[in-house]
């Protein structure tokens, strides 16, 4: 029988999520106290914990009872206190959470064309508050074919339909107001690139943080790689989604980081299931102390972007 550490207690622990939310809330509100900007990105979150809950539910990625995956999703979030008052960033992490647990109620099935068109409905929601989106779609295809084995030429179409539809509205939004420049511009910018990298734009931050969560992705990644048997096959094919998705978006950051608070976003999404499973279905003295190594520098990285962003002194 396995020795349960700490990491295991605490990761099958029913009052964790509990712990962790009024937590994260806290943290929330503090920002939202001295900006209302962050009020609307806030409710963003508590949705979007719900449904990470609930894509970790209906497909089983942990195997045992844990609310690893929702509870590593809002701390990776709140960690970012500097990005709370982001409706842009908030928006995407909604909208790519809805596209993960939508997408993946089409696994092996090519008549799903419903659901692939609510799936690529929040993409191409997404794509309303940053056009860049839409440069993941090729990738989104590849997955639905490979992964869901759920691509077929009916749901291809279905895939359209759901990116152009929340852009027809967007589009006509702008006729109304005559002013089909700013459409044109909105689209426009999803071929603006920077020939070269500034990382000087990022503070530290950005820098830190978005540090912090590469070094949860990449545990999470080599985790899944080297612990692949233990899993089912679906629960390897989503797996190997989420890391696909790490992969394209740390990509992205890297040639272009003037994205950086949507792609931090999509990472953070992408990342919590890896981390999440990393420390609920590990049992090593190693793993244990990542664990608490990581439990650290979270808290610490918490509060030194809180204090760095708040208009206060201590």
């Known amino acids: 029988m396995q020795k349960k550490r700490l990491q295991n207690r605490i990761a099958e622990s029913r009052w964790l999520l509990p712990t962790v939310m009024p937590i994260a809330v806290a943290v929330w509100a ?10 609307l990105p806030l409710l963003c979150l508590v949705f979007s914990t719900y449904l990470m809950m609930e894509l970790n539910n209906s497909n089983a990625l942990i195997r045992i009872y844990s609310r690893m995956i929702s509870c590593s999703f ?31 109620r089409c696994y092996q099935d090519t008549q799903s064309q419903g659901w692939t068109f609510y799936a690529f409905l929040c993409v191409g929601l997404s794509s309303v508050v940053w056009v860049q989106t839409l440069l993941f779609v090729p990738m989104l295809w590849i997955i639905m074919r490979t992964n869901l084995l759920a691509l077929s030429l009916r749901s291809f179409v279905s ?20 002013e089909p420049s700013k459409l044109v511009g909105h689209f426009a910018e999803i071929a603006v690139f920077q020939p070269v990298p500034d990382y000087g734009m990022l503070s530290v931050n950005q820098i830190m943080t978005i540090s912090m969560v590469l ?26 989604i989420f890391v696909a998705a790490d992969l394209a978006a740390i990509a992205f950051a890297a040639l272009q980081p003037q994205h950086y608070e949507p792609l931090l976003g999509i990472i953070t999404v992408s990342t919590a299931p ?41």
């Open 30 to 39: 503090v920002v939202g106290y001295f900006d209302h900007a962050a009020i």
């Open 74 to 104: 809002l701390v990776l979030t709140t960690m970012a206190t500097f990005q709370f008052t982001s409706i842009r960033a908030a928006i995407v992490i909604l909208c790519t959470v809805g596209y993960y647990i939508i997408a993946f």
């Open 159 to 178: 895939s359209i339909f759901g990116l152009v539809f929340p852009n027809l509205f967007l589009g006509g939004y702008y006729l109304f107001r005559q």
């Open 215 to 240: 070094l949860c992705a990449l545990i999470g990644m080599a985790h899944v790689v080297l612990q692949r048997r233990r899993d089912n096959i679906r629960t390897r094919l989503l797996c190997q």
């Open 274 to 314: 890896l981390i999440g499973h990393f420390i609920a279905l590990t049992h090593s003295r190693l793993s244990d102390i990542t664990f608490r190594v990581l439990v650290v520098l979270s808290l610490v990285l918490t509060a030194y972007n809180l204090w760095t962003s708040l208009p206060i002194s201590f």
